[in-house]
């Protein structure tokens, strides 16, 4: 299952004895440098430093890695591909027939496409390095005591669990129906989809009923109950994270504009 192998290496990883504010505050705040850096370096070097520090330190497989970045890498590509061709202004470096049009590629859309690109590497490395290194039980403590209220938290944990057990089901019957050529041909692969969807839906109201009753059955009383014992923060781990955020913020100040600075001193 895949949450289980997710949860698995967040509790195996080797931060996971750090405080997991810690480890919010350097995710946190990579993703918010990296959106709002208006150069590619703030996140290109974000991204870089998070994977190292995720491969050497975290001790992440580097194929496994690899295969987490590949989806997300695919609709980037796709996406900065049509930016490239599309958004004008500055030289023209190439054009390129298609049908009744000229796709013409400047050197504003190349770098329009390239900053969108490394700004959607650092992000997801971002989401990426809590997801690998953290919990869902710490991430959820951590939202109590930011005071996100106990029945958003619990419903978080709910989906969290179903949605990995209806794909877990939804591929064992796609996998039942291939077997038995369900998707040969278009009307069979209609037929089947709509089976499938039907089975998922059915499947999923029954195994609601059956967690209230369950819930019920235990006294549910509105909170689900967690043993929760925090590592506490430690300077070790927390300085080096302060730093860093210091130093992406010094390279996002000296890649702003004039204007843009004042804007970001006047807000500050």
Same mark, same amino acid.
């Given at each position: 299952?895949?949450?289980?192998?997710?949860?698995?290496?967040?509790?195996?990883?080797?931060?996971?004895?750090?405080?997991?504010?810690?480890?919010?505050?350097?995710?946190g705040?990579?993703?918010?440098?990296?959106?709002?850096?208006?150069?590619?370096?703030v996140?290109?070097?974000?991204g870089l430093?998070?994977s190292?520090?995720?491969?050497?330190y975290?001790?992440?497989?580097?194929?496994?890695?690899?295969?987490m970045?590949?989806?997300?890498?695919?609709?980037?590509?796709?996406?900065?591909?049509?930016?490239?061709?599309?958004?004008?202004?500055?030289?023209?470096l190439?054009s390129i027939?298609?049908?009744?049009?000229?796709?013409?590629?400047?050197?504003?859309?190349?770098? #329009?496409?390239?900053?969108?690109? =490394?700004?959607?590497?650092?992000?997801? %490395?971002? +989401? !990426?390095?809590?997801? /690998?290194? @953290?919990?869902?039980s710490?991430?959820l403590s951590?939202?109590?005591?930011?005071g996100?209220?106990?029945?958003l938290?619990?419903?978080?944990?709910?989906?969290?669990?179903?949605?990995?057990?209806?794909?877990?089901m939804?591929?064992e019957?796609?996998?039942?129906?291939?077997m038995?050529?369900?998707?040969?041909r278009?009307?069979e692969?209609?037929?089947?989809?709509?089976?499938?969807?039907?089975?998922?839906?059915?499947?999923?109201?029954?195994?609601g009923?059956?967690?209230?009753?369950?819930?019920?059955?235990?006294?549910?009383?509105?909170?689900?109950?967690?043993? #929760?014992?925090?590592?506490?923060? =430690?300077?070790a781990?927390?300085l080096? %994270?302060? +730093? !860093?955020?210091i130093? /992406?913020? @010094?390279?996002?100040?000296?890649?702003?504009?004039?204007?843009?600075?004042?804007?970001?001193?006047?807000?500050?």
């Amino acid at each position: 299952m895949i949450e289980t192998h997710l949860d698995q290496i967040a509790q195996e990883s080797p931060f996971s004895h750090i405080h997991p504010g810690t480890k919010l505050l350097l995710a946190g705040g990579s993703l918010i440098f990296s959106l709002i850096s208006p150069s590619f370096l703030v996140p290109l070097i974000s991204g870089l430093c998070l994977s190292l520090t995720l491969l050497i330190y975290g001790k992440i497989h580097p194929v496994f890695y690899g295969k987490m970045l590949l989806l997300p890498a695919v609709f980037s590509i796709m996406s900065v591909l049509i930016i490239i061709f599309m958004r004008g202004g500055g030289e023209a470096l190439a054009s390129i027939p298609f049908l009744w049009m000229e796709l013409t590629i400047t050197t504003h859309s190349l770098a #329009e496409g390239f900053q969108i690109l =490394c700004r959607v590497f650092g992000c997801t %490395v971002s +989401l !990426y390095f809590i997801v /690998l290194t @953290t919990p869902l039980s710490d991430l959820l403590s951590s939202a109590k005591r930011l005071g996100v209220p106990v029945e958003l938290t619990d419903l978080m944990m709910i989906i969290y669990r179903y949605i990995f057990i209806v794909y877990d089901m939804a591929v064992e019957i796609a996998q039942a129906q291939k077997m038995r050529l369900g998707y040969r041909r278009p009307i069979e692969a209609i037929q089947s989809f709509a089976m499938l969807s039907g089975v998922l839906f059915i499947s999923s109201w029954n195994a609601g009923e059956g967690l209230i009753q369950a819930m019920d059955a235990r006294c549910y009383q509105g909170e689900f109950p967690a043993l #929760e014992q925090p590592e506490p923060v =430690c300077i070790a781990s927390f300085l080096p %994270v302060i +730093l !860093y955020l210091i130093g /992406l913020c @010094t390279i996002l100040v000296l890649t702003l504009d004039r204007s843009a600075l004042h804007l970001l001193l006047w807000i500050l």
